[in-house]
């Protein structure tokens, strides 16, 4: 009995040594996403070019076509992993010619950076209507080290060609990014260089909705889950001027490399509307916070913090939600994140302010009402473990709306609706993060 134990003892502590030459399983970060909505063209996209000759049937969606989509990890590493949505889609769709790159100049890549990417050790992969899928990990040959100072705001160029039709597309609207598109019936072109192969332009991003990369383990990811002062409406075309943009910039600014954000934020989101959602009955803001929460928050990797800003399309006429209901959501939603990851720092950011918009539904005392008490219940109901008052950063006092130089839009220059700021107020936003609360130790300012 005792020599049995004492063998059992031996294999067990065998079990866990690894043998010799075997590699670890990478620490996989999401250093890059974009909520899924759709399918195409139902959202709020911002700066779109006319795309009826690179799609000319919605329904149809991509033909025997190339998508090359732009994307802008906040920390590099050497293998990365993408994630294929086919979430809201109504036919199975079938991708192949996928490759991984760096972006040199438009829809042209740096060469020798373009590299295959396969799933299970295959080529294709076919994805199930309401779906996702990993990829395989692929090699990033141009990447030297990990957390590479001379990649920070360069571009990953990510091909993915359809087989036949992908029917409904799932995507997200405003990218706020330039990304090219191969005309219908072109064929795989994600191995070529995309001098003369990709004719069209787009502002939005298909099917591809997160990318993880091999990150040191003490990496820590802060994820912003909102609507579109989230996303970045009214900021500047491949400007990069998000508030979770800046936020990043003002992390480097202190010397904090290993840190990534994921800016989950949907144009015209709510935190409990609207109450279906599917393709046959979609809706511009895409699903409820709360419906979308397991696949854009928690199917993330390596969460470490949380800032949560949404409420005021809860409260636009479309909504017309109580602020009790939207409370009561944020509760719920905050409980199921920490349910998830329970050493997770969570944010709350107040709502700004839409009173005297002339954006639809926005704009009236009492959504303003609504607003302000919502806001309250962030400050002071202690469901956060802290608070960034985005609120007080926008507000003019003396008129309850935005400030007069935070209106003007940034995207194409028009005056603004005051309710998206512009690139000013989006610094001034994220000026009020306290950068310390975020990776849990303190920050000295500088």
């Known amino acids: 009995m005792q020599l049995s134990r004492f063998l059992c003892i031996i294999g067990l502590a065998f079990s866990n040594v690894a043998p010799a030459g075997a590699e670890q399983m990478p620490h996989w970060v999401t250093t890059w996403s974009a909520s899924v909505q759709g399918p195409y063209p139902i959202g709020n996209p911002s700066a779109q070019p006319d795309l009826r000759f690179a799609f000319p049937v919605p329904e149809q969606g991509a033909h025997d076509q190339t998508i090359r989509l732009m994307v802008r990890p906040s920390l590099w590493g050497k293998e990365a992993r993408l994630r294929l949505s086919n979430a809201f889609g109504t036919r199975p769709v079938t991708f ?213 800003l949404e409420g005021i399309n809860d409260f636009s006429k479309n909504g017309n939600a109580s602020t009790e209901a939207v409370i009561d959501g944020m509760k719920r939603g905050v409980a199921r994140i920490r349910a998830k990851f329970p050493a997770v720092r969570i944010i709350g950011a107040t709502v700004t302010t839409a009173l005297g918009s002339t954006g639809a539904g926005h704009g009236d005392a009492g959504q303003d009402a609504k607003r302000k008490a919502l806001n309250d219940f962030i400050r002071d109901g202690g469901l956060f473990d802290g608070v960034a008052d985005f609120d007080r950063a926008t507000l003019d006092p003396a008129t309850g709306q935005m400030k007069a130089e935070f209106v003007p839009e940034s995207t194409t220059g028009g005056p603004g609706e005051k309710l998206h700021p512009n690139r000013a107020g989006y610094q001034a936003m994220a000026s009020m993060i306290d950068l310390g609360a975020l990776i849990g130790r303190p920050v000295a300012a500088k």
Not at 97 to 105: C, E, P, R, S, W
Not at 171 to 199: C, D, E, I, M, R
Not at 227 to 234: F, K, L, R
């Open 96 to 308: 192949d010619g996928v490759y991984a790159g760096l972006q040199q100049t438009g829809s042209v890549l740096v060469p020798g950076s373009n590299r295959p990417v396969t799933f299970s050790g295959k080529p294709s992969v076919t994805v199930a209507p309401g779906e996702w899928i990993w990829s395989d990990p692929v090699a990033l040959p141009f990447v030297r080290h990990e957390a590479d100072p001379d990649l920070l705001g360069r571009r990953l160029a990510v091909s993915l060609h359809v087989q036949g039709d992908s029917g409904p597309m799932t995507w997200h609207a405003k990218a706020l990014t330039t990304s090219y598109l191969t005309a219908p019936g072109a064929g795989a072109q994600g191995a070529t260089n995309g001098v003369l192969g990709f004719p069209f332009s787009t502002a939005s991003w298909y099917f591809l909705d997160a990318v993880d990369m091999a990150s040191p383990p003490d990496t820590n990811l802060i994820v912003a889950f909102g609507d579109s002062i989230t996303d970045g409406t009214s900021s500047t075309l491949n400007g990069d001027d998000r508030w979770p943009d800046v936020l990043l910039q003002r992390l480097h600014a202190q010397g904090i490399r290993k840190i990534a954000i994921a800016n989950a934020g949907i144009g015209g989101n709510q935190v409990v509307g609207p109450p279906e959602y599917s393709p046959q009955k979609p809706f511009p803001g895409g699903p409820a916070a709360l419906a979308r929460l397991d696949r854009d928050l928690l199917g993330l990797s390596g969460v470490t913090a949380v800032i949560w």
